[in-house]
């Protein structure tokens, strides 16, 4: 009778505990697996995914793409991953690499391209569309939920957008002229400085480049240079020195900066920079 009793015992809490554990292994596998090259598309995936995704980036935020180098983490995570965003970018050269190397036969690899510079809010919709798209259609059976999503994220783009150009249109910044790092000159434009010259990288930074930059900013009466943070700090150090003007650091990744982890906190850092910069 006891041997008896024990035994419904066991069968009764088998039945109790059982489906408990298969949904909580069901959850945690029904999860969309993505890797991501940068923490722009990862931050937008993160905000039209939720709890339905988990996000692994690649690059780190303060590196530009083009000088990244693979890890054996970095195949281990795409072998089971079962989607690889990338933007399209000629520095994301390494990608066909390491998905060969990851010998993943279930992995889609998709390139959210969206040309223009993501910081900028009417890109960085533009691309939330289009992750949101890409999510959709290979997790079709939550497309309501990153849709609704995406409209959230939508609202907050647009009302980041309304705070930041009115603190740009306070700070008068369209009387200010400009030389930057060509990946930072649309983000600016966008701002409402006047860039009059634009450099590359640090190493198209000749001494007739230079040259060139300085007479055309002496000239023009050019106060700030503004460097892209992922090329190398303070590329434009030297022309700046010879302009006497204001020499400045801005990211074009959510992360780059501390305490910038998202796309909000990064373009409202860059503008603070900005900001602040014509304060002194």
Known sequence: MKKFLFISICLVLIL????????????????????????????????????????????????????FDIKPGDVQNLSKASLFLLHGWPGEGYADKLISSANNPELKVVKASVDGNWMI????????AKVTSILSDIDNKNTSAYQKAGEA???????????VKDRLSRARVSSIKIIASTRQADFLQWAGFQVLGTFASPQALTPQAVKSLVDKGKAEGVTLVVNNLQDGQDAGRAIAEDLEANNLNLSNFPGGFENTETWEKAIG?????????LTE
């Open 269 to 277: 850092y860059n503008v603070d920079i900005l900001i602040n910069a």
């Open 153 to 163: 994220y939508n609202k907050t783009i647009q009302s980041t957008e309304t705070n």
């Open 16 to 67: 109790l505990v059982g489906p408990i554990i298969t949904g909580c292994s069901s959850e945690s596998t029904a999860k969309l697996q993505v890797v991501t090259s940068t923490s722009l598309m990862e931050y937008i995936v993160k905000q039209v995914g939720g709890e339905r995704v988990e996000v692994i980036n690649l690059v780190p935020p303060n590196q530009h793409p083009g000088n």
């Open 121 to 128: 809010p009417s890109i960085q919709l533009a691309a939330t």
